[in-house]
């Protein structure tokens, strides 16, 4: 992470801490007294790549400037069930408040890696790339998006600031893919590239035509997809093709072997399923 | 929701929004002028139940306070695949723009409504209820929290702050269960009733002996219990129990013959699963 | 004070300061070089018990993270008249700076704790405990509260999120106390106790059967709190009883001996007199 | 209260409100449905000045923007115990929740416009007049200072950015008052007038002939006031005087005949003494 | 302007306020009564083209909502000496205190326009287009931005998030042209287009064959600039150009024909001349 | 700077950056690895007055804490082009990040510093100062008023709350000069010396005789302003003069003789002229 997503992280960790403390942890302050020492351990409970342990860092840290995590995987790496991943020793009272907040963006980030993991390596030898979508948890798009990445991924647009992309929704408002497309390259077609879906032969031309950079081939079968990659490079050598649209794990092959450069995955962050970590504390 | 919830959606919203818009919707403003009109609206895409319809409609209305949204489904409703759940009318730009974060909110509470309301249904004639945890998305508890509310389930604590629940590792560090729920009980024990995890029948007896209100059975089969619910009420009749721990659809209502007052299912937020919505928009 | 308080304090003191300083300290800034150095220090002006000195200390490393406060007292210590209670170096535009600030601090949140003193001392011998209300200042709740728990008071409610307490009020409103307790009980009687306020016998018994776990006795004799004390214990061995309304220095005694766990004393701190406290400055 | 101090205000009783309210009001979220509605007044328990009717009503109208009070008295008039000061009518769940803030501050304000009113007219007849002084409580000094304009006072700085007053505190450290004064005058003197703190008649004509505008008394007795302003009018005619230092409601008249311009009394918001209001909620 | 500089404009013009009044106008509270009426206006001093009469309406109804301005020219419009622009009537105390600030924002963003029509008018008839960039203000971006869309200019990059520009002290630390564009295409290609800073025939060679496209041509003559664009749409057909440095009004016809896309002119924001307009106020 | 500057300081400080950077610096992270390190140098690009390297300073060690900048040349101190006024090492994807911002502050900065001394050193030898006004960029006052004393000259008010000055408008509203005077000097001019625009000897005279503290003559010629000056000097000797409006370099020497204390010059900081600083950044 740059340091604009260490600020943006520093934030979000505050947030999410006075989330679940309010005004304190009840039952640490009315059994502990603030001296107590404790040792805490991050453990994976199944296979999974690690993801998010800087965000648990930071989780303690803030409470507690002293305590630190020691790192025994680093994110990105892949790990079996029963591996310590992490451990830290401290006020105890400092572990078990951070203890959820910890173990909820560790749980989520690592499932979020976990997965973009299996489906890059389910495209493996093929030219395509996986990318993530903007349906990611609101709140959370940053380091859904980091996870992705750490799991192998490519990031796809940050917001709607961060690109243009014209899908069907718009077209229909604008009148069509060609005064779309015109209207795009004409106001800010400068420094950005124009991206438009497009389901048909014919789309593709008007888009071709009318100035496209990308083309986006969404919620066709692999088939369509590869006839349409193959129209649109031999009309301009070197465009950029995506494609999306109900990508599983098991149907993201034939998408790659259709041939588009990336294949957008909203499942990665839209699933959640969370992976299994357990936090473990023991006084000295 | 209250006035209180209601001032901090707003601030979440607004948050939302900014992730996702940052200096503003880069291809709706290079291919539309300000006062195109357009339809937008929001479809079910499977049977579920509705959750976040007043979520989305604050997304629209930050962007533009004209606009609102005409539900045709309220939170907490059932609907099948293909109801039309609420349309809106109003400049295409600000549909456009809210599209994602309004799409993101909706598909993700009605998932937490409709997989709660699965698990409320599979208990159905027991004495239980079913209740959440605090593994919720870090930032969005609130959210998550009413949305399992709507599914008919009940909100446990809502942060640290909330209530005093002494787990394995408080006990852990404060040197047994006994000194835990007598130092809990002198020093909060006024307003505060006390919560204490125990697995066998001895820590029961200690915990009622130093004064515990509530038990929480973890990680216990569905036998084990029902021996020590029935333990519990004959030491103190009208005492409460709680149980969890890998609570899942199938083995659920087993739990819930056991006899406790409460199921917490951390499942109902974690999994994260979301159903699908689509927003359709047309010109005038 | 635990970390969550620490971080509310340190925001509480940047507001104070911001409000005494504006855009800077005109006086010290057109007499003095910013390299002056001086020495200053805090005289008790009369006996009190010493609350706020983490707050000045705050103060002052706020305006220069360098200076320091050496205490030679420390919160909840009793002193005299011309005690010197810490002294500090640094300076000499910041200790004027701060020198405002720091004492309307520590004189107001001394005369809490010399205020919940003398309660606490009129009571000695008896079972009763002396806490606080919210009749805070707006604003200060925390540190007042905690120069009430300094003083050897103990703490009620932080705020209406923290416990139930059913007065006259909402009596009234709900139709009576046995719905009131009721609906209480059933909505969120999992892990916090009832508290109703009762005037009479009938009033005791019906909140008892309705199930409350805490009962206040508001404007009443203390003959009329040992009577309802009383039949209270008798109905329900260990029921929580509390005492409130109009309690001074002269009556605390009497209402002690009726026998209620706890007396709620609004004047800890409504009074608001504070004690005064000299800071005087020297060029070295 | 100009638009500067609204919006001030409009911040300040949202941060009392988040203070008592939390994550929500547990009693009546738990005992009454959203819609119950209710009246409430307002009653004056004891003589005073009625002094933070306004904020009053922004606390009930932060929480329910229908809600307003009808006022029977305006801020700065005086009632007599028993006086209906204001009622509402509304949802009871809001009144209950409003209920404590306002009160708060009702009968703190109430009290500082009380108790400048008193020292206002104890010196009724003389050309002097009663000011505050910068010994507010932190984060309530605008409050403060408007209840004390409310009861008759005159506002003197509002932080140390309002003006120069050099007192004996910098005098030590600029090195005496020739100095002092001549450094403020050359480097702040051209819109601000120079205030001094002196004690003897060598003093006076020390910070004279260096350039002050302003004379302060402080700590001295009746006597020695009248003395020195009469020698300060000699040496300049129309300079500004004003005393200050342990003045009471037994004292002020005689430090009124002595002759200064200002009178500055610290126990105006120090002594915080708050006067009894009563909220009466009835339902419909 | 769309909703989301709304906001922000809202932002601004809250702490431009704050900036100017602190606690409060002295001299109008001193002099005027609340009640007051008057009526402004504001007239132009000198030929100009007029921006920034939405940020003065907002600053006056920010400081009475009720309070609107009445415009005789829009946003935009080239208008004479003399002539008055826009009026307003309301509370005197609301038109003083916001006086300053409007000005100080219709002086400086009219002067920005202003310049950029001379620019644009200047190279009438060539097919370039004159940009800003990123020489702005620091605070006032945004608004500067604005200023030169309505004086005929374009909009470069909104910051270094929002394109990707290439340039000498970049390609110094990368190594290269070639390993600049090669990662700069690899990393952010998909949706960005690579612009690359390049002075030679050789340079922008290396550039083209690494992928960029767009060349920017900075700090060289015109005639070099025309054999640039020349040799560039040799190689790529429809290439973006640039051309920025020292771009003057005496200079920069010459560099329009040399044939760029655009011209980037620091210029337009830097300069920061403000164009004098007048606010006249008159009581009713 | 004192302590309230250097808070604020960096706040505007994160301001800027944060508008430069929004969610990071595209090119930098698309071609550079984080651990690239560089050195760069701040070189002046014309004879100029230095401001603005703390602020600059300030720029680079909040997007990296390690990395500082060694200051060849102090604020204040004039420099020959090709000067070498700072360098700095450290990664640089930082350096890059932060050029921009550091550049427009150092520039801007520099340039009212250099402007001011011009205007300083044009009066030498007469008994005049130059100040500045409250015509500066919106949202930079306090950073340009720390320039103008950079370059010699005086600071005027820091905003409507810092002084009382009677403007033309203000005594058109309040009905004439004295009411105007009068008022202010009632409810004000206990610490505040009462400033007003005069421009006729009756005026003058009318001002003196209700109380007028300071006198100001506005768009008056310079033998008019003498002449007033004078007929000021004989009612009351050493009242405050001032004058104002229209000041240039060319005739500031004429008002200057015409023997007022300060003269008010707004083009310091409405005219905005930047001075050229390059930034030159070099690998190791």
Partial sequence: MNWVDEGALY???????????GRG????????????????????????IVAGLEAAEEVFSMLDSQLQLEA??????????????????????????????ALNLIERLSAVATLTN???????????????????????R????????????RNHRFGLDDGIVIKSNHIVVAGGIEPAVVAAKKNLGHL?????????????????NAGADVLLFDNLLPEEVAKLVTLARELI?????????????????AYAEAGPDLIRVGELTKSGTVVKVYFQIQPF
Same sequence: chains 1, 2, 3, 4, 5, 6.
């Fill in 11 to 21: 934030s979000q960790i505050a947030v999410f801490l006075r989330e679940d403390l």
């Fill in 25 to 48: 942890d009840l039952t640490t302050q009315s059994i502990l007294t603030r001296n107590t020492r404790a040792r805490g351990r991050f453990v994976a409970g199944e296979t999974m």
């Fill in 72 to 101: 025994f995987a680093s994110d990105g790496e892949a790990v079996e069930a029963g591996k310590v991943i992490a451990r830290t020793s401290g006020f105890a009272d400092v572990l078990l408040a951070g203890e959820r907040v």
């Fill in 118 to 140: 299996k489906f890059v390596r389910a495209i493996e030898g093929t030219t395509a790339q996986i990318s993530d979508t903007r349906k990611t948890t609101p709140g959370l």
């Fill in 142 to 153: 940053m380091l859904e998006k980091y996870a992705v990445m750490i799991g192998g991924g």
């Fill in 192 to 208: 950005h590239k124009i991206c438009v879906q497009v389901s048909t032969d014919v789309e593709l031309r008007t888009a071709v």
């Fill in 237 to 253: 050598p070197g465009i950029g093709t995506e494609t999306a649209g109900n990508i599983t794990l098991e149907n993201v092959r």
